[in-house]
C-alpha cells in the first residue's frame, strides 16, 4: 500500500519540489497553500491524474489543519509521511518588529508543526510506522541579524524535532529537521544581484543551493535507508562555517 504524504506549503518552491518526488514514487500526497490560487490550479492541472489533493488552509489555524487531516483520511488514510514546509521570512530591525509581526512568525513557523503534528500523531503512533520532516534553516542555527523572529521561530523547530524524538522513538517513528542554507527560492528574492554574488563567493561550493538540493535531502529522510536517523538536523548549505 502507497504511503501518504502531507506537506504544507507546496504548491511553489521547495514543497512543490518535495511534493513532485513523492508523487514520482507514486505516494498518495496531499498538499497545502494558504494565497496563491495561481500557483496551486497550475500545480492541479500539471500533475492530473496523479493522486494528489490540494488544500487551501492557513496551516497556523487549528481547526483549519484538522480539517484539512480530515479530508486526506477520507481519501487517502491516514498521514504517514509530514513534512512541515510552510514558512514566512521578514527582515527588520528587532527595534521595529511589532508584537503582531513577532506571534505571527511564530503562529506559522512553530505553532503549524503542532497542529500538524498534533493531527497525524496517534495515527503514526498507532502503526508503529512513521516520518516527519520539519523545515528549519541556517539561521535557525547561527543566527542573522535583522532577522531575530524569524532565526528564533527557526530555533525553535530544532528543539520541536528533537524532543519529539527523542517521544517517538519508541514507536518507531523517526523525527528530522531539514535546514538549509540559502536556497534560490521566493523567499530570497528580495535579495539584489550583488548580494546572491557575495553569498556564492561565501560558499566553499561556490553556488547558491537550489529547491532540488533540500528535496532530495527530505527524499532521503523518509526512505527505508534513513530508518536509523532521528532527532538529527541536516544542513544543505554548500558549506559555510556556521
Known sequence: MAHTAFITGA??????????????????????????????????????????????????????????????????????????????????????????????MFD????????????????????KWGRIINISSIWGISGASCEVHYSA??????????????ELGPSGICVNCVAPGVIDTEMNSHLCEEDMTALEEETPLCRIGTVQDIALCVEYLVSDGASFITGQVISPNGGIVI
Open 11 to 104: 504548491t511553489r518552491g521547495i514543497g512543490l519540489c518535495i511534493a513532485k518526488l513523492f508523487l514520482e514514487k507514486g505516494m498518495n500526497v496531499a498538499v497545502t497553500y494558504e494565497k496563491n490560487d495561481t500557483a496551486a490550479h497550475k500545480m492541479a492541472k500539471e500533475f492530473d491524474g496523479k493522486n494528489l489533493m490540494i488544500i487551501k488552509c492557513d496551516v497556523s489555524d487549528y481547526y483549519a489543519v484538522q480539517n484539512a487531516f480530515e479530508k486526506v483520511s477520507s481519501v487517502f488514510g491516514g498521514v504517514d509521511i509530514l513534512v512541515n514546509n510552510a514558512g514566512i521570512a521578514q527582515q527588520k530591525l528587532f527595534c521595529d518588529i511589532s508584537r503582531k509581526e513577532w506571534d505571527r
Open 153 to 166: 521561530s527557526k530555533a525553535a523547530v530544532i528543539g520541536f524535532t528533537k524532543a519529539l524524538a527523542k
Open 108 to 127: 506559522v513557523n512553530i505553532g503549524a508543526m503542532y497542529n500538524t503534528v498534533k493531527c497525524c500523531y496517534n495515527h503514526m503512533v498507532n502503526q
